[in-house]
């Protein structure tokens, strides 16, 4: 990671930068904030190098270990939905992967708090969080489907990956005007936006998405 160039921008970059932008604009994204913290974030870094030429085409990429690193499109989404109701101030993400969808988080909310089971993809999303210099990021190797009570309640929670049914764990886990967004489902999965008030749990479907599952245990 101590060759990542973070300045590699260039004229041509950023016309390719404002080109995605564009077209998460087309596609629905209205989020001002998160439109410029996408057009800003290094997407690059979060891949391979034999990737990187397509760093920022709207398209999901392999990070290894069997995992994906989603669609640009999906990442405004998601962050979209968790900002959409006013500013958060803990948020938790499940699915650290490559480090990408919490380096955007980390840009628009006070605390993030990102859990992985894979060791060897936290260790290198640890390494570009460093480089890119966040300080608001704590980052846990674990199972988050159990979420991760120490560090609870959140007003905010992102799963990045897809569960069959919605952990009870990360419910109890969310505060009282909380939202929780997270895809649902085995063959046919659904981005749900979960979020809690006085009077109950409301459950909204989003729109079909297609996730790696959520699985159980960590590894290392
Ligand atoms: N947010 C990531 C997306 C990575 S793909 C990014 O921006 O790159 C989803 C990730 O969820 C994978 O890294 C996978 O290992 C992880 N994952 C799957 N089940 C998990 C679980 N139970 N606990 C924590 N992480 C999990």
Not at 71 to 77: K, T
Not at 93 to 114: D, K, P
Not at 176 to 205: A, H, W, Y
Request: aromatic share 4%; net charge negative; glycine share 10%.
């Amino acid at each position: 990671m101590n060759d990542v160039d973070l300045r590699g921008i260039g004229m041509t970059s950023q016309r390719t930068r404002d080109r995605l932008i564009q077209r998460l604009r087309e596609e629905g994204i209205t989020s001002a904030a998160v439109l410029d913290v996408i057009r800003n974030v290094p997407r690059h870094i979060f891949v391979d190098e034999a990737l990187s030429h397509r760093a920022y085409e709207d398209t999901a990429l392999p990070i290894g270990h069997g995992q994906t690193l989603s669609q640009p499109y999906i990442v405004a989404r998601m962050t979209e939905l968790l900002l959409a109701d006013g500013p958060r101030h803990r948020v938790l993400e499940i699915g650290t992967g490559s480090g990408y969808q919490t380096t955007v988080l980390a840009q628009l909310v006070e605390q993030v708090f990102s859990v992985e089971r894979i060791r060897p993809l936290q260790e290198k999303a640890r390494q570009r969080l460093r480089t890119l210099k966040l300080q608001n990021v704590q980052l846990k190797h674990a199972d988050g489907g159990m979420g991760w009570p120490e560090q609870g309640p959140f007003d905010g929670i992102l799963v990045t990956a897809a569960p069959e049914s919605v952990p009870p764990e990360l419910i109890e886990q969310l505060a009282p005007g909380g939202r929780l967004v997270i895809p649902v489902g085995g063959e046919k999965q659904e981005l749900m936006l979960i979020s809690k008030d006085e009077e109950g749990v409301n459950v909204e479907r989003v729109e079909p998405v297609r996730f790696v599952p959520l699985l159980a245990g960590a590894i290392r």
